[in-house]
């Protein structure tokens, strides 16, 4: 390669715009995005790719380059199988790799690149003062070195590229930051003015089937798993999913929510993932989605059975990779999101009608909890009314009202279709006609309303199970189907959302044992 003057690519227009970009943590894609390509225009490459470092593993948040495949981008590196990648790390100076260094233990993409021995490979950690963030890696199917000009061009972009990374991180923490003070004032507001909890009173209730779900709702808010819970419009899901959240490790991090029917086909995908910049006519600008929004919390797909058919599939490449690429683009983000799907619908009718993918719902249905209609725990529609009415007096100084016995038996008799929702909307248009005392609820003539089908309650354990025991249960589970295969697209590591050697590790940790196909 010819050689190519170092100072003048301090004095590139193209650096100095990222330099500006950097500063803002919405971009930082477009940062890593740009910088590979420019790069390419004096550090010759095949693959450039920028990973990022979480805990000891490094995984691929953008690449570029003609080798820039699927496979690459999906790509994990634990840095104890890297000596020299940690070496590099540990002392922040960029690292050329020599004909003698490639080996499993050196090369970055080995198993998953085919290289010849000695080709151009580089390493240029991310750093900024003591931080590790990560590194960019070049290489390129010839057997040249990259010389020492190359090398200092390259770390000048890789600062530019850390700094981006850590404003978007600690953009992160501020808005986490915000976020927990934003729910602490919350809570602080509800316990001094009484701000109406369902929460709470779900965790009060006296029904059986309603207790059952609170408790299987806490026992799995210690894990990551997804959730999903059924019942009819106005039951709770979304509450149940903020008890979940709220009692999880993630409980400081975002709780969002997207309402998968109440948008049109086409922008779906653009809310989930989020667009860049003239991805499609009237986005003017490129715009975060709620995988990244809700990155190192918990994501809500409300009302899921709707999700258009091609938004099924790429949810279903986040739950398997834990990635995706916004609309418009061709970079890989990365994320840590828990989810929690709910739905009226019943899913396995929809998946018999072509409606709704039996993969996703697999990925979905990991741990079902089943929301039992209001109608089937009428013990519970009294001191639902009653806490709303009090706390209904407390914020507005309005009141007080008292339920008389006739129009208590009137709320427990009625079939509420609207549930919850029902009884409450029905409170708050009596308490406006009524400024105190006794409440006249005005309520429909008859019980009988026609109401679509609620999906069938899956069937819940006798007994509430370790966790241990459920995950286990589970990778057994995926290794029955996969045959025992670890490894590959279609390998149980990769169904998981896990490097094979996190796989094996947890599998002996377990006492799961190699199916015969795979030994």
């Given at each position: 390669m010819g050689a190519v003057s170092t100072q003048a690519s301090f004095a590139d227009p193209e650096l100095r715009t990222l330099v500006a970009l950097a500063t803002d943590a919405a971009h930082v894609d477009e940062v890593l995005s740009r910088a590979l390509e420019r790069l390419n225009d004096v550090i010759r490459y095949d693959l450039a790719a920028v990973l990022e470092l979480t805990g000891e593993e490094l995984h691929v948040r953008c690449a570029r380059g003609r080798l820039a495949s699927h496979k690459v981008r999906a790509h994990r590196i634990a840095l104890a199988d890297f000596p020299i990648l940690r070496e590099a790390l540990a002392s922040g100076r960029p690292t050329v790799l020599t004909e003698k260094d490639h080996s499993h233990s050196a090369d970055p993409y080995h198993g998953v690149l085919d290289l010849p021995d000695g080709h151009s490979c580089m390493v240029v950690p991310l750093c900024v003062r003591d931080r590790k963030l990560g590194a960019i890696t070049f290489d390129r199917t010839l057997c040249v070195p990259y010389d020492d000009e190359v090398v200092q061009i390259a770390n000048v972009y890789a600062q530019v590229v850390a700094l981006a990374m850590?404003?978007?991180?600690?953009?992160?923490?501020?808005?986490?930051?915000?976020?927990r003070l934003e729910e602490q004032n919350r809570l602080l507001e509800a316990e001094v003015t009484g701000v109406f909890d369902p929460a709470r009173l779900m965790e009060r209730s006296r029904n059986p089937a309603m207790r059952r779900a609170v408790e299987l709702a806490l026992h799995v808010a210690r894990s990551d798993v997804p959730v999903l819970l059924s019942g009819e419009t106005g039951t709770g899901k979304e509450v149940l999913a903020r008890l979940i959240h709220a009692r999880s490790a993630r409980a400081s991090h975002p709780f969002v929510k997207l309402n998968c029917a109440a948008l049109p086909e086409g922008v779906v995908e653009s809310e989930l993932f989020g667009h860049t910049k003239g991805a499609f006519?009237?986005?003017?600008?490129?715009?975060p989605g709620r995988f990244a929004i809700a990155n190192g919390g918990t994501l809500l797909l409300d009302e899921v059975g709707d999700l258009a058919p091609q938004a099924q599939a790429k949810l279903l490449r986040v739950l398997q990779e834990g990635s995706y690429e916004p609309v418009g683009s061709d970079y890989t983000v990365k994320v840590d999101v828990r989810i929690i799907a709910a739905t009226h619908v019943d899913l396995q009718r929809a998946i018999a009608e072509g409606r709704?993918?039996?993969?996703?719902?697999?990925r979905l249905n990991v741990f079902p909890?089943?929301?039992?209609?209001?109608?089937?725990?009428?013990?519970?529609?009294?001191t639902i009314a009653e806490e709303y009415l009090e706390n209904l007096r407390r914020r507005t100084g309005r009141g007080p009202w008292q339920l008389t016995a006739a129009t208590r038996g009137a709320l427990e008799r009625h079939d509420w279709p609207g549930n919850v929702r029902e009884l409450v909307n029905c409170l708050e248009r009596a308490a406006i006609l009524c400024p105190s005392g006794d409440l006249?609820?005005?309520l429909p003539a008859g019980s009988t309303v026609t109401r679509a089908a609620a999906p069938e309650r899956a069937s819940e354990p006798a007994e509430l199970r370790p966790l241990a025991e459920v995950e286990r249960a589970y990778i057994a589970e995926v290794l029955q189907r996969t045959r025992g295969k670890v490894y590959g697209p279609d390998g149980a590591a990769?169904?998981?959302g896990l490097a094979p050697s996190t796989l094996q590790n947890r599998m002996k940790k377990l006492g799961i044992k190699r199916l015969e196909s795979e030994a």
């Open positions: 850590l404003a978007a991180e600690r953009a992160d923490d501020l808005d986490r930051e915000k976020r006519s009237g986005a003017d600008a490129s715009r709704f993918r039996d993969d996703l719902y697999y909890i089943a929301i039992p209609p209001l109608r089937e725990r009428r013990e519970d529609v009294v006249a609820v005005d990769r169904i998981l």
